[in-house]
Each structure stands twice: as C-alpha cells, then as structure tokens.
C-alpha cells in the first residue's frame, strides 16, 4: 500500500513538475501570439478610428480640450496610468456615449459630457472606459466574438465589407459581460477614490440616467448599452459604504461650468 | 514506466488475447475519434465487467488497464472543461493553459504508447506491469 502511494504521489510530482515548467517558458514569443494581437490590435484601432473621424466632427477646440485632459491628467495620474498612450477624441455628437476602441482610443460624445451635472460623473464614465482600456476587455470582448482570425483578416483587407462596420458597431454600441462591466465601475471607483473624487457622483449619474430617461432629450446609447443601471449604481454606493475618501475638485465650477457653456455653442 | 515481471503461471493462448483487448479497449475512443475523455473509462469499464469471472490474468490485466484511465480521466476532463471555458466565457488562453495542454500531450502519448507497448506483449503472454498501476492492481485483484 504504501510503495502505491509512494508511486502515485511520484507520478502526481511528475505532473506538476511538467505543468510548472512548462508555464516558465513564454509561450505567447514562441508561438508570436503576443506580436500578432498587438499589430492586430494597433491596426484595429485605427481603422475604427478613421471610420469614426470619417463620419463624425471631432472637437479640436482647445478650451474643451484643455479641461478634459485635466480631468483624464489627474485620472491617470493617480492611479499610474500612462496617459500618453490614451488616445483620447471627443467628438461632436448629442448624443451620451463614449467608448474605448482597440489600441488604447478612447471616444467621448460631447452628449455625455452636457449630460454630466459635475466632473464627478464625467469621471466615473471615463473611468470606466478606461479600465477596460487597462485590463484589456476590449481585445478580449472582439477576440471572443468574432475571433482572431476574423479580426486578422479584417486588417488585411483594410476595412472593406461589412464585418468591420459589424465589429465596430458591437464595440459602440453593446455592453461587456456582466463580470466585466461589474469589474470596470469597481475599477473605476477606485481610479475615482485615487483621484480624490467623490464616487458617489459616478452612482448617481447612473442612477440619475438609468431611473429619469424622459427627462432628458438625448439618445441614452451608454445606459441603454449598460442594462442594469440601477443595480451597477446600489453595487458602486454599498462598494463605497466600506471605503473612506476625501475629496478635492479638480477643475473647480467656474471651469466646469465654463467648458459646458463652450460644448452649448459647438 | 513498465516492466516486464515473470506471471504465477503461463496463460493459455485465449488468456492472452482477451487480456490484449482490454489494452485495445482503451484506445476506442483514439480510434473513434472522439475527444470526451469519459469514453475511454466507459469501454475499459465495460470490459473489465464482461470479464470479471475470467481468468486471473485476464481480469489482472483488465484491472490494469481500468485504473489506468482513471488519473487520465481526471488531467483530460480538467483540459477539457478549461479548453469550454476560454471557449464560451471570459477565460482567455495564458502560458498557464498552454503549458498544461502540452503536459497533458505528453501524458496522453506516453499512456497510448505504453498501452499499445503492453498490448503487444500481452498478446504473446508476456506480463507487463506498470509504474504505480501494476502496484496498485495486485492491491485490487487478488486470485
């Protein structure tokens, strides 16, 4: 019985013995798994992109510009994000929505931003956004969907047919899986909290959006794109309830204000 | 990984080619085709049941060749419900996954080599006896 033993636990030994050694060798260079999806996804992003920017005005107005980088500054700042490879476009559309797009762009509607009663809220969207950005949701969403090879030869024919309006048209205007929208508003208290914003602005937009659609005249893409508005909000404020924080504005009302009244007369 | 050890007594010519089989069972599913690891235990089971009043050296090699699917059937079903998750959930391939499906490869092709090794010599009413399993058979099987 116990020679068995002895055996067997050899043998699981063995197995473990190969696994682990095995796991040291990176796979991802050797198969070039990690270079095909990173041009794959560089070439991605600009190709959405250039549709988007074909299609739509993107703000270049500096005193819009200005505070938004201020915001998405102190963001990143805070929470060691390299803001420099966020590429970040606004664009003129009533419309509330943003969304990140492969290859680190990041798209803001100048809808959500006159839809935000403060920088708070305007925070928290980006941040969500920008945790997807981070913990990569957005390959891993496209990948998942429509796979790889798909994508790859979506990039080769360099954006002709439909499966690329199709893809992009999944990435503006359709939700994650819930375990990852739960991930990125957790993530992007966090990032809030880091910051010293009030998270609690970031529940109430939500809340706000999601309980008073009649209220507001604009096409609600990001909550009708987010279901479970209601729920994501009691989530964010019972994850506060545990979390101390203080808070400091970062743009100040009179800036605020100033780059709502700027968005008015676009 | 086997060994070759003298038998109490020499089988007969029909002894040696029902024991052979049961080796040749567990590769049904190889030759079937099909990647469910269950399927393998399940032909090796139903041998082992239909020859359960046979000889001692049917059913010691019929034993065999079951508890050999056994820790298979585990490390299988394991890649297998993995390989499903990355499929229709939020897993995603790692070095982890990659490095348990080749451990997994190896483990695979050595128990089929070893098997058809076995069922060959089996055949000829040579006894073979596996690392750890030949221990653990002469355990479960007594005379």
């Given at each position: 019985m116990l020679k068995s033993l002895f055996q067997f636990a050899i043998i699981v030994a063995l197995f473990f013995l190969i696994w682990f050694g095995f796991s040291k060798v990176n796979w991802y260079k050797i198969f070039r798994i990690e270079k095909v999806t990173k041009s794959t996804e560089e070439k991605l992003g600009n190709l959405y992109w250039d549709i988007i920017s074909k299609s739509e005005e993107e703000v270049k107005t500096l005193a819009i510009l200005k505070p938004i980088d201020s915001l998405v500054s102190k963001l990143c700042a805070s929470n060691d994000i390299?803001?420099?490879k966020l590429k970040i476009h606004i664009v003129n559309?009533?419309?509330?929505n943003a969304f990140a797009l492969p290859n680190n762009h990041l798209v803001i509607y100048t809808g959500l931003i006159s839809s935000c009663e403060n920088e708070g809220e305007l925070l928290g969207v980006l941040g969500h956004e920008i945790s997807h950005i981070q913990k990569n949701h957005i390959m891993k969403k496209l990948v998942k969907e429509t796979g790889l090879a798909l994508l790859i030869s979506i990039t080769t024919q360099g954006g002709d047919g439909g499966a690329v309006q199709e893809t992009l048209r999944m990435l503006t205007s359709s939700a994650y899986d819930r375990k990852l929208e739960t991930e990125a508003d957790m993530t992007s208290v966090d990032y809030l909290i880091n910051a010293k914003v009030n998270p609690e602005h970031f529940a109430n937009f939500l809340y706000r959006l999601s309980s008073g659609?009649?209220?507001?005249?604009?096409?609600?893409y990001w909550i009708s794109t987010h279901p479970e508005s209601k729920v994501r909000a009691e989530e964010i404020v019972h994850y506060i309830k545990k979390k101390k924080f203080e808070t400091k504005q970062i743009l100040g009302s009179d800036s605020w204000n100033n780059l709502k009244i700027k968005i008015k007369d676009l | 990984m086997s060994l070759i050890k003298p038998f109490s007594y020499l089988p007969s010519e029909h002894e040696t080619e029902k024991a052979s089989n049961s080796y040749l069972m567990s590769l049904i599913a190889v030759v079937a085709g099909?990647?469910?690891?269950?399927i393998n235990l399940f032909a090796t089971l139903f041998f082992f049941i239909g020859n359960r009043k046979s000889t001692y050296f049917v059913r010691w090699h019929c034993t065999q060749a079951l508890v050999s699917q056994l820790t298979l059937l585990f490390i299988n079903s394991a890649a297998f419900w993995w390989t499903i998750s990355i499929m229709f959930t939020e897993e995603t391939i790692t070095t982890k996954y990659i490095a348990y499906m080749l451990t997994v490869i190896i483990f695979n092709i050595t128990e089929f080599v070893v098997t058809i090794y076995t069922a060959i010599k089996t055949r000829k009413g040579i006894h073979v006896e596996w690392w750890f399993y030949g221990t653990f058979t002469h355990l479960i099987c007594k005379r």
């Open positions: 390299d803001e420099k559309k009533d419309v509330i659609e009649e209220n507001i005249p604009k096409q609600l | 099909m990647p469910l690891p269950i």
